[in-house]
């Protein structure tokens, strides 16, 4: 008898290849398995500094957008006060032209 080998012996299955290693992620937030190559992790390290990245620039959008709406609200109060302040001024005037005009 010859030794059989998968090759040659049709009910000897091959040996299967080593598994890659499985190990966890997170992509856009969730939780995937990824299998471990170098291609793969540099693929996943890639994407997450992209994700990092876009949402570093969310952020100083959001900072800008709110500093922005902080001033023009800073600038609608001192254009209130100073209508205010000009009402006021106006209300005097009156009372003191009235008050020549009865003199």
């Keep these: 008898g010859t030794p059989s080998t998968p090759a040659t012996n049709p009910t000897v299955p091959a040996p299967a290849p080593p ?3 499985i190990r966890f992620c997170i992509q856009q937030g969730h ?3 990824s299998v471990a190559t170098p291609s793969t992790v540099l693929a996943d390290i890639l994407t997450a500094q992209a994700e990092w990245k876009a949402s570093q620039q969310r952020q100083e959008l959001l900072i800008e ?3 922005k709406e902080e001033e023009e609200e ?3 109060q001192q254009h209130d ?3 205010q302040m000009d009402k ?3 209300q005097q005037k009156q009372k003191q032209q ?3 005009q009865n003199e």
Aim: no cysteine.
């Design 19 to 21: 598994a890659a290693p």
């Design 31 to 33: 939780l995937r398995r």
């Design 65 to 67: 957008a709110l500093r």
């Design 74 to 76: 800073q600038q609608q």
């Design 81 to 83: 006060q100073q209508q």
């Design 88 to 90: 006021q001024q106006d």
């Design 98 to 100: 009235q008050q020549q």
